[in-house]
Each structure stands twice: as structure tokens, then as C-alpha cells.
């Protein structure tokens, strides 16, 4: 898909810092030591107690393409450090010319519901290209994961009524309306308003028309009549330019017009004023008039917040258009995911774990080669178990461990139905993993949400699913944590 959107090639969609980082390692010739890198995120989007896991795709398709060609070697080849000398020299250019992606990679389907510190991502391989390609799998992951989040609670909100993506306009930027609708998509969207994005993806796409329509004629019922003519088998008015309840009478005359010709009205639209009220008036005049099958579409900055604020005022809005505070996740912006370092070898010798430390607990990073198992029960989700696959994991019941609170501990019990949420994507740089189709994804996240108790799904002060450390995970890391210490105090 991405070699549709862009001409040239990915490989420098990355920090920097990545390819510095690459040249010293090859510098200082530790370019075959392997490593095992986890992309996970520490904390929730939105206040919310999960998370909907999206971007695999892209990220991919990247993978499956990494390389770099002529172009992007004669870009490199010209960048210049701050003495005004070459930044690369051209033995580091000519491997990056030569570089084939040879790691292993396992990651989390798409669709499915995750917590903090769980690796969404596992890649282990030469260091060097495990670092190059941290930047755009965390570019692919965090932004459609957060806006498949944000899908999933404004779709919950609306109780089963159809929820239209109309965010392209306030997108940020081309890329990110695209990849967006794919998210929204994924999440519980039914359809989009994005017509670029519904040619890529299959994603359905909507829309009606705007306020400009209705201004260019001499009178708001011309512009219904010349509208239905033109569109008899998509209209729905958009009744609010002047008066609106008087939209909503002058749309069931064009709808009387529409039906005398084979047709039906599909409904009205809503941007603007008292929602709970004008869609409550609205549906009494379209019943009066003959119309209730009508659908009340509303927009005008909805959220999951303001969907269920409406839902409680008795609205008699039945398909939700939301736009900018979906498209942009707009109370909270980023989802924060992070990729770090865990283990370390040389050649085929034994792993090395590693922590990176830090004064607040929530951003030290977990050792070992990491592995989610979820644990179930009649096919509900009763708690994660984040563990060090060179380990085994005990036989009945195991203690978690809250990564970001020592204090709070939790007994699983292991059950036959629980499954390893990180499954075999790359081997040896070469895919072994068939990628879903997005309807596949989309039906995945609808199933996976339904596994979990309703409390975890609240808007305000979710309860907290039990999602942790294995106890044996946690004390090697508390562990390496002192041992790390010492070195960074200079007790070597």
C-alpha cells in the first residue's frame, strides 16, 4: 500500500540519530551484535483502561521493502557535520547500500486490545538494523493505535448507531487523514467521508452536501429540489443553514417530490445548535410528514463525551459524524509508545539482558526477550502476563507484578484457553505472517472488546485490568536495576 501513496522509498523516514547511531556501531564494528529491541507505551490513552492496537499493517509493508537505493546514499552522502566535513564516510554508505533486513520481528495483531508495558513489537537481529527502523515503526504504530482507540469509544458511545468519519479537512496532513480513516476504520467507524482513503482501504465512504450548496440558490427549498435531482438516491439535507426546523419541513416537501419519483429521502443532517433538542423536534416533524425511516445524521465536534451527554438528553440523533476530535485524537494528541533495548549478544553466546533506568519507576524498561500471555476463561479476558520467553512461566497460578507500582500484586491462574499475544511476523528477515484484510482487523477489535468486563470500557475512572510482570521478570529487572545503578555511580 505505501508504494501507492509514495514515489520514493521510506528507508529515511527516520531520526537522525538512528543513522548516527548505525554508523557507530558499524565504526566500532559491533554492526553483527545482536538485540532485542520492544516498542510498547507506558500509560492509557485518554484517562481510558485499554487500548486498541492498529498500524500493523504499515509497518509491515515498511519492513518487507527496507532498503536503500541510489537516491537516498547520494542524500546521505551529502550531509555534513558541524566541522563542514562529510557526516557519513563512504564505507558506511556503501553497507547501507548493501544492507538486507535479516531480523526477527513478532508483533500483536491489529485489533487487538493491549495495556502499558506490553511489547506491541519484538525485534531481535543485528543492532544496526534494528535501530534504523525504530522511528517509522513507532510512527506507524502510535498514531493509528491511538486513532483505532479513540474509534472504539466514540463507537461505544453511540450504541450501536453508525459513527462516519468526516475528519479529512482537519486531519494533519495528507498522511495522517489516510492513515486515520484506515484507524477510525478499524476501530468501529462504518464508513468514511474520505474518498482517497476509501479507494485504498475498501473503507465504505459517506457524505452529503454542505452549507455552500444551500447558499448558492435563491432560497433553501431550490437548493433541496435541485440537490434531489441530481442525487436522488443520496440525499440527505444538510437543514441548518438558516432556520433549521424549518430545513427539516422543507426537506420532507423535496422528500414527498423524491418518493412521487421511486425514490426516498435518506435523511437530514445536523452541524449545528441544541442537538438534543432540534434532533428531538426533527424526528416529530419527520414522522408527522411521513418520514420515519429518516435517518438524523449530527455533527459539529462530537466526541465519545458529548455522544453520551447527547444519548442522556434523550437525543433522536441516529447516525453520529465526527470529525475533528476523532481525526486528531484532540484531548490527547500522542500516544507515547517507546522502543528500548532489552538484551544483548555476541555471535551465537548467551544473551545479555539490559534495563534502561530512570528516576520514575513507570519509565524503566523491562530485561529479556519479552512475551504477553493473555489468560481466559469462557472466552473472557481475566488477566496479561508479561514474561521473559528464556524462562518458563509457572504451571497453574502466577503473580504479576504492576510495572509501574511494585506494591500491587495479582495471582493469575494459567489456564489452558489463554494464548501468546505476540505471534511470528519476520524470520530471519523474510515474512512468515499473512496479514489480515482490514474488514478481518476491524472484526477482530469489535470481538477482542467484547472479551473484557464492561468496567475497563468506562469513559470516567476505568477499573484497572490485570496486566503484569511475572514475578520472576520482576525481580531480575529489580535486579539489574541496583546493578545498573552502581555502574552509573561509578562502582565498576
Known sequence: MLNQLYRPTLNLLTDL???????????????????????????????????????????????????FDKADIEYLASLEGNDGQKLFEKGFLDYLS???????????????VVFPHEPLLRVCGPLIEGQIIESMLLNAINFQTLIATKAARVTMAAQGEPVLEFGLRRAQGIDGALSASRAAYLGGCAATSNVLAGRLFGIPVRGTHAHSWVMCFGDELEAFRMYAQAMPNNCVFLVDTYDTLEGVRRATQVGRMLREQGHEMVGIRLDSGDLAYLSIEARRILDEAGFPKAAIVASNDLDEHLITSLKNQGA???????????????DQPALGGVYKLSAVRDDQGPWRNCVKVSEQTAKVSSPGILQVRRCRDDGHAL?????????ELPENVCTIVDPADATRRKKITILDQGEDLLVPLFREGRRVYQTPTLENSRRRAAEQLNMFHSGIKRFENPHDYPAGLEEGLHQRKTELILSARKVGAGDT
Open 98 to 112: 548493501n544492507l538486507k533486513f535479516r531480523c526477527d520481528v513478532d508483533g500483536i495483531p491489529e485489533g487487538t
Open 383 to 391: 488477566g496479561d502476563i508479561i514474561y521473559d520467553t528464556q524462562y
Open 316 to 330: 433522536k440523533i441516529s447516525v453520529w459524524g465526527v470529525g475533528t476530535r476523532l481525526i486528531t485524537a484532540h
Open 17 to 67: 540519530y538512528e543513522l548516527t547511531m548505525a554508523n557507530a556501531y558499524w565504526k566500532a564494528g559491533v554492526q553483527e551484535r545482536y538485540g532485542v529491541f520492544h516498542l510498547f507505551f507506558r500509560s492509557n490513552p485518554f484517562r481510558g483502561g485499554f487500548t486498541l492496537t492498529a498500524g500493523l499493517s504499515m509497518a509491515i509493508d515498511y519492513l518487507e521493502n527496507l532498503h
